[in-house]
């Protein structure tokens, strides 16, 4: 494994190189376990390619491995906050999640009688702006854009309303580190609301963990992360992973050169 790993590192660092110029990429992360301690499997992705990253932290140091450079794009998340160490042109933080805080507080958190009318007030908000987004094609754009500025000044007002009830507070302090992370989606084409692709991608590395319990060690880990990258991106792309690394390898063989990774079975005429 760790042969094909050497082979396949350049594929590994050419799948970072695209995700680092896409247009919108989706990050996620989840528990791993290295030599029986806590690490973290990282994923960054786009419906194109996957590169996942295993690593100590969970923290901004992790995540400044792999943007080593500025990202001019729109990175989608959750609301995790090593990610605002991230140096990126615009964000997206995931509205579900925000949905899924409302959901946990209502079931256990026992809030106080002034809870109620402020968790009203926040999802129908985010319920308004989903709805805006399914709608726009259906609207002239000075009506969606009326309709836009509205949503943003009843969020302004949610944050600015004085609110008795402790979670409220908290997620008011969520809300105003993010306040501009928010509704990207209603400017940006392309721009989701929600960061259900990178949880659906890293599903099944979670699978892998659970039947392989993690690695034994870092070079292991590495090794994982690498073959995963390279087979989730070839299997996005339309290809066979086995097959494709096969036949790719043998044109190592021969010419003493990794091909270039292939691109979309679509674009491929």
Request: overall charge positive; aromatic content about 10%.
């Amino acid at each position: 494994w760790y042969r094909l790993q050497a082979i396949l590192y350049a594929w590994y660092e050419e799948i970072q190189q695209e995700a680092l110029k896409s247009a919108v990429l989706h990050a996620d992360e989840t528990g791993w376990r290295v030599d029986g301690k806590t690490h973290w499997l990282w994923c960054f992705t786009t419906p194109n390619l996957t590169y996942y990253m295993i690593d100590r932290s969970r923290g901004s140091p992790a995540l400044l491995k792999f943007f080593i450079v500025e990202f001019s794009g729109t990175l989608v998340s959750d609301f995790w906050g090593a990610y605002n160490a991230v140096a990126c042109a615009l964000r997206q933080t995931c509205l579900v999640h925000l949905l899924r805080d409302l959901e946990h507080v209502d079931k256990y958190k026992r809030p106080s009688e002034h809870w109620p009318a402020f968790a009203k007030k926040l999802r129908r908000l985010v319920g308004d702006a989903i709805r805006l987004w399914r709608r726009q094609d259906e609207l002239t754009a000075e009506q969606y854009q009326s309709r836009r500025d509205r949503l943003h000044k009843r969020l302004g007002e949610l944050i600015d309303a004085s609110w008795e009830d402790q979670q409220a507070k908290r997620l008011i302090k969520r809300l105003r580190r993010h306040r501009n992370d928010l509704f990207t989606f209603l400017d940006q084409a392309g721009v989701p609301f929600d960061n259900n692709h990178a949880e659906r991608i890293i599903r099944p590395a979670v699978i892998i963990r659970k039947n392989s319990y993690g690695n034994r060690s870092q070079r292991g880990a590495d090794c994982q992360a690498v073959l995963m990258s390279v087979f989730r991106t070839l299997k996005q792309r339309g290809h066979d992973p086995v097959s494709t690394i096969c036949e790719e390898i043998a044109t190592d063989l021969k010419t003493g050169q990794l091909p270039p990774l292939p691109a979309n079975t679509a674009s491929d005429g």
